[in-house]
C-alpha cells in the first residue's frame, strides 16, 4: 500500500534495498526509521481531509488504511523480492487467508502440496471447503501429479518450497507453467527461503507470501506476514480488501521486521553455511540414519535446489536418528532432544538462536500415524533451525545425546 515512493535512484541491488528502501524521512530527519506507533493521522483542515479520505491527496488518515512504518516494511520487502508490490498482514497465515479470500470465490478449485505448513492445509483443505473452495492435495515433489490434478476451475496453486521438516523442494518454474496453462495464479510461501535465496517471481511465481514471524524477524520477538506481487493484485485487490479487512500488521511489528531485513542477507547466509556444515558432519555420525538437507549432494533435489536456491541448502535441516521400531525411535530421538543444553526445544524456526524439535511429536503431533508415515515424517526425525552459535558448540550439544545412545 505505498503511498510515497523513496528518493532512491533506480537499479540498485537488494543489498542496497533492504537497509535503504522506505518512506521519505520525516521533517526531523531520523536517520533510523521512525516507529508511527499511532492509530490516526491529524488532518490540517475538513478539506485536505475530505480529499484524503476519497483519495484526491495523498495522506495517511488511519493506520487500518496506512501506516508509514507499515508502508517502509511493505516497500523494502517488495526490492527485495523483485516485486512491484507488498503488502504486510498480521501473521504469515493472515497472509495466506489474503491471498485466499482475493484470488478465490465459491466453486473455485486449489491444487497444494500434501506436505505443506499444517495450519495452511487446514485452513486451504478445511476452512475454505465451508465457502465452496475444494482444494486437491498432491505430493509436493510430482511435478506431473500437480499438473494431473488441473481442472476447469482451478484457480490458484498454492505451493511451498522447501518444506518443513523434511526439506522436499518443488520446481517453481515448472508449477508456474502448468498454472498459467491453466489460467490459475501460482502462489509461493517463500518463508523458509527468503528473498535471499529464493526469488520466486523470477521463476514465473505470480505471488509470495511470507511469515515474517521467521527469517524475516530472526530474532523471534514478533509475528508479521506479508504478500508480494503485481501492484494491480496486491495493492490494488489485496490491499483494498485488507483495508475493510483489518488483516493488518501492527505498526510496531512493522518497524521490528523492517530492521530484521536489513541483516536478513547476512543471517541467511551465514546460517544456511553452518546448516551446510551441521548436516555434512551429521552424515558420517553412526547414530545417524539419514539426513535431510537440500544442500547435501544426498538430497534427491540438490541440483534444483542449487539452481533455485541460489546454490546453498537453506537454514533448516533434519535427520533420522537409528532405531527399528516406532517406539525406539521416538525414544531415542527424545533422548537426543533432550540432552541438548544449548539447542532450544521450540517449536519457531529462522532464529538466530539454534532450535531443535522433534515433529512427529509436535508440528506433525495431530497427525494419524498413516498420514505422518505420508508425510515421512517418522518418529526418529529431529529437526534443527540453525543459529548463529559457534559450530563446536552445536556439534557437542548434538553428541551428548547422539554418543550416548544405545
Ligand atoms: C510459520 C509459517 C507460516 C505461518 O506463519 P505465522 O506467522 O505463524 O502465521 C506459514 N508458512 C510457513 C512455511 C511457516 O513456516
Not at 340 to 351: E, I
Not at 353 to 380: C, D, F, M, N, Y
Request: proline share 3%; hydrophobic share 40%; charged share 20%.
Amino acid at each position: 500500500m505505498t503511498q510515497e515512493t523513496s528518493d532512491l535512484p533506480e537499479g540498485l541491488h537488494a543489498e542496497t534495498y533492504a537497509v535503504r528502501e522506505a518512506v521519505a524521512r520525516s521533517s526531523y530527519g531520523e536517520h533510523s526509521e521512525a516507529l508511527f506507533l499511532t492509530s490516526s493521522f491529524v488532518q490540517h483542515d475538513c478539506e485536505s481531509a475530505a480529499r484524503r479520505f476519497a483519495k484526491e491527496e495523498p495522506g495517511y488518515t488511519y493506520t487500518r488504511t496506512a501506516n508509514p512504518t507499515v508502508a517502509s516494511f511493505e516497500q523494502r520487502l517488495a526490492k527485495m523480492e523483485g516485486t512491484e508490490c507488498a503488502v504486510a498482514t498480521a501473521t504469515g497465515m493472515a497472509a495466506i487467508l489474503l491471498v485466499a479470500l482475493t484470488v478465490l470465490k465459491a466453486g473455485d478449485h486449489v491444487i497444494a502440496s500434501q506436505s505443506m505448513f499444517g495450519s495452511t492445509m487446514k485452513l486451504l483443505g478445511s476452512e475454505m471447503a465451508r465457502f465452496g473452495v475444494e482444494t486437491s492435495f498432491v505430493a509436493q515433489t510430482d511435478t506431473a501429479a500437480w499438473k494431473a490434478a488441473v481442472r476447469s476451475n482451478t484457480r490458484l496453486l498454492f505451493a511451498e518450497t522447501p518444506t518443513n521438516p523434511l526439506t522436499d523442494l518443488c520446481d517453481i518454474a515448472a508449477l508456474a507453467d502448468i498454472a498459467h496453462g491453466a489460467g490459475a495464479l501460482l502462489a509461493v510461501d517463500n518463508s523458509f527461503a527468503s528473498p535471499v535465496l529464493q526469488r520466486p517471481i523470477a521463476f514465473g511465481a505470480d505471488l509470495i507470501v511470507h511469515s515474517g514471524t521467521k527469517l524475516i524477524d530472526g530474532q523471534g520477538r514478533v509475528m508479521a506476514g506479508a504478500v508480494c506481487g503485481t501492484g494491480k493484485l496486491v495493492d490494488g485487490v489485496m490491499g483494498t480488501f485488507l483495508r475493510s479487512g483489518g488483516l493488518n500488521l501492527s505498526p510496531f511489528n512493522a518497524w521490528v521486521v523492517l530492521k530484521g531485513l536489513e541483516t536478513l542477507a547476512l543471517r541467511v547466509k551465514a546460517e544456511s553455511a553452518a546448516a551446510l556444515e551441521l548436516a555434512t558432519w551429521l552424515e558420517t555420525h553412526p547414530k545417524v540414519a539419514r539426513v535431510h538437507y537440500p544442500g547435501l549432494a544426498s538430497h534427491p533435489q540438490h541440483e534444483l535446489a542449487m539452481r533455485q536456491q541460489s546454490g546453498m541448502g537453506g537454514t533448516v535441516l533434519a535427520f533420522d536418528v537409528v532405531g527399528t521400531t516406532p517406539e525406539q525411535l521416538r525414544a531415542n530421538a527424545f533422548h537426543v532432544i533432550d540432552r541438548t543444553r544449548v539447542c532450544s526445544v521450540t517449536a519457531n524456526l529462522g532464529d538466530v538462536k539454534t532450535t531443535i524439535t522433534h515433529p512427529a511429536s509436535t508440528s506433525h503431533g495431530r497427525l494419524t500415524e498413516e498420514q505422518r508415515q505420508a508425510a515421512g515424517v517418522k518418529q526418529g526425525l529431529i529437526r534443527i533451525s540453525v543459529g548463529l552459535e559457534h559450530m563446536d558448540d552445536l556439534k557437542a550439544d548434538l553428541l551428548r545425546g547422539l554418543d550416548t545412545l544405545q
